[in-house]
């Protein structure tokens, strides 16, 4: 099995309490939508308790970041920036009194980004590729990382039928630019995080042809974040609903490792944790979690459990 390595500007990044060494760690993303109408969960987590308690079994079930949000990338009504905040800020803080693990705020608004730091995030993710300008100067100022994402639409908005002479190409040169302009506005290279955003504005072969290619992506420089979990692209491609493409998002995610990928966006924790850890593993990253199989003069019987 051949491994791409990414040549990352800064490998070893410290996020809040915890220090990631993407040259032998994948980081597992969680994902809590604080929403009525997430895409995925259909507002399942968007009761307080519901969030929070999503957010800590997320950690024990191995995830090594939880990603808030509290307004989808979907096209639809702007949220009041008070609304949004309120939404996420008090999962941030509960979910910071419990543990150490990398909170990052999902949102493209600098009043709650702020907010969203001073109750513990240390991450904000933006997913529309800095529309706004002072999200970057927010990041910088409060010293957290900032993911920056590659999409052509205003934020909520409709992009139809977009079209691309090189998808991976005019990706990878988007986010060039982007972080460039992310540190103009003071964002330090090692703060930086790149998303190619699979499927925002893209169709599914569009998504199929960044994974494929994610390598030329990754030769950006700063890590990759790879949100394929349970999108649109690994549907169509297997013809499965929603409830239905847990396997298809482990091979994409497996598949974005392999092409320099270094924090996986998933809903499922558990199989997602597992596919990391054993990819890693593979990878002569991990040793085992115990060796007997073959290791003393006999095996042991084989049992059921």
């Known amino acids: 099995m051949s491994l791409y390595q990414p040549p990352l500007l800064h490998p070893v990044h410290r996020i809040g309490a915890r220090t990631l060494d993407f040259r032998r ?14 895409f995925y969960d259909g507002g399942r987590t968007f009761a307080l308790e519901a969030a929070v308690g999503a957010a800590l079994q997320a950690v024990r079930d191995g995830a090594d970041w939880v990603d808030i949000g509290g307004v989808p990338f979907a096209p639809g009504p702007a949220l009041d920036a008070a ?11 509960a979910v910071r009194e419990s543990s150490d693990v990398i909170i990052s705020a999902d949102t493209f608004l ?8 001073e109750a513990g995030a240390t991450v904000i993710n933006d997913t529309t590729g800095l529309a706004n300008p002072d999200l970057a100067r927010v990041a910088a100022e409060a010293g957290v990382h900032l993911v920056i994402t590659h ?11 977009p079209q691309y002479a090189d998808v991976v190409a005019e990706v990878a ?5 982007r ?10 290279p090692e703060n930086i995080i790149i998303d190619p955003g699979h499927d925002l504005n893209k169709n599914t072969l569009h998504s199929l042809e960044l994974t494929r290619r994610l390598a030329e992506v990754a030769e950006v420089g700063y890590p ?6 349970n999108k649109d692209f690994v549907g169509e491609t297997l013809d499965a609903a929603k409830a239905d493409r847990v396997e298809g998002s482990l091979a994409a995610g497996v598949a974005s ?17 597992s596919a990391i850890r054993m990819t890693e593993a593979i990878l002569g990253w991990r040793e085992p979690a115990y060796l007997r199989h073959n290791m003393g003069d006999a095996n042991e019987p084989a049992t059921l459990a």
Do not use: K
């Open 224 to 229: 990759v974040l790879a949100a394929v979990s």
């Open 151 to 161: 999409s052509l639409a205003a934020p909520r908005t409709a992009f139809p039928r």
């Open 257 to 273: 490792i392999m092409n320099g990928a270094r924090i996986l966006r998933m809903h499922n924790v558990p199989a997602a944790a």
């Open 83 to 93: 609304e949004e905040a309120a939404r996420v800020v008090p999962v941030i803080r």
């Open 110 to 117: 600098p009043s709650v980004a702020e907010a969203a730091i």
């Open 179 to 188: 972080s460039g302009y992310a540190q103009e506005l003071g964002v330090p």
């Open 25 to 38: 760690r994948v980081a597992l993303m969680a994902i809590i939508n604080r929403t009525p109408d997430s």
């Open 173 to 177: 040169e988007f986010l060039r630019r």
